[in-house]
Nanobody, 128 residues
Framework: QVQLVESGGGVVQAGGSLRLSCAAS????????RGWFRQAPGKEREFVAA????????YYPDSLKGRFTISRDNAKNTVYLQMNSLKPEDTAVYYC?????????????????????WGQGTQVTVSS
């Protein structure tokens, strides 16, 4: 079975921090690019961050650079999303994804159709 499982979501105060994790089930994900997306009620899925298979290249939308950080630990087959200075508008379900094809640009990383596997999502709620 191939799957991704997110964890670490919860309720935090505005200005606080939260770290999400995404554990992969098999070795196949080691060489996959990995990404995070989020979706708020009534809104489209939004790109948050991505990292190539080696962890050496990361991608972010300009609006989140400096506040969110993606990283991966291939020894643990896990990808993380560190979220700092959280705002109420960050409230959403956060999804982990994996792309079997390498991502070589921000444009590719932002495209939801470039990802082959998705986790079930974890809720992040930021209160004011």
């Amino acid at each position: 079975q191939v799957q991704l499982v997110e964890s670490g979501g919860g309720v935090v105060q505005a200005g606080g921090s939260l770290r999400l994790s995404c554990a992969a089930s098999g070795r196949t994900f080691i060489r996959y690019a990995r990404g995070w997306f989020r979706q708020a009620p009534g809104k489209e899925r939004e790109f948050v961050a991505a990292v190539d298979w080696s962890g050496g290249r990361t991608y972010y939308p300009d609006s989140l650079k400096g506040r969110f950080t993606i990283s991966r630990d291939n020894a643990k087959n896990t990808v993380y999303l560190q979220m700092n200075s959280l705002k109420p508008e960050d409230t959403a379900v956060y999804y982990c994804a994996a792309a079997s094809r390498g991502l070589i640009s921000t444009a590719q990383a932002m495209g939801v159709t470039n990802y082959d596997y998705w986790g079930q999502g974890t809720q992040v709620t930021v209160s004011s």
